[in-house]
């Protein structure tokens, strides 16, 4: 069964200093791993996706995420925090071979500090 | 930027009540999905639905829920008799395609209160 464990609800970092947001996951299959993030009175925004090839995803606002394999991880990235994203991030999975649903992480919320 | 809207953005209702949860998924999507975050938990999938039917749904998507894609634009959930436990935030999100290559965009959510 597909699961992914996001191990911190929250994360407060200075602004200008990296982030990262943890993700793991449990997968029967190869896995589609995905980044949501949600502002306030927002709906879920897509952030990046892992589908195959470099394990090091790029995507919007400057955030990145690197692919373990062996630690079965998908930690998201910033290598300088702004204020404006602070936010909750969840972190998804889907199994290339299952079912096509998305399931997440609990979340977690970070938080900038100016 | 093409996007889901849900409306009501929040409806209170009394327990053993009728819900419906409007949904208009992004224009030339196929795939439609409802998902729902009880609070402090994960989000959850309930269903998905593809050419006027349900493909997938979850343990949680018993008879008590319903969708329904009633004209060219809308998507609806329906819960039949409302429980306090189904208290949530309901999201909406559809797909171009069904596929692992493509995201899922997701409206702003439904925030739904059973009293």
Known sequence: A????????????AEGNPLTVKCTYSVSGNPYLFWYVQYPNRGLQFLL?????????????????????SQTSFHLKKPSALVSDSALYFCAVRDQTGAN???FGTGTRLTVIP | EP???QTPSHQVTQ???EVILRCVPISNHLYFYWYRQILGQKVEFLV?????EISEKSEIFDDQFSVERPDGSNFTLKIRSTKLEDSAMYFCASNLLDSGNTEAFFGQG???TVV
């Open chain 2, 110 to 112: 439904t925030r739904l």
């Open chain 2, 48 to 52: 998905s639905f593809y050419n006027n």
């Open chain 2, 15 to 17: 327990m053993g009540q």
């Open chain 2, 3 to 5: 996007e889901v809207t």
């Open chain 1, 49 to 69: 996706k892992y589908i195959t090839g470099d394990n090091l995803v790029k995507g919007s606002y400057g955030f990145e995420a690197e692919f373990n394999k």
């Open chain 1, 101 to 103: 649903n998305l399931f």
């Open chain 1, 2 to 13: 597909q699961s992914v464990a996001q191990p911190e609800d929250q994360v407060n970092v």
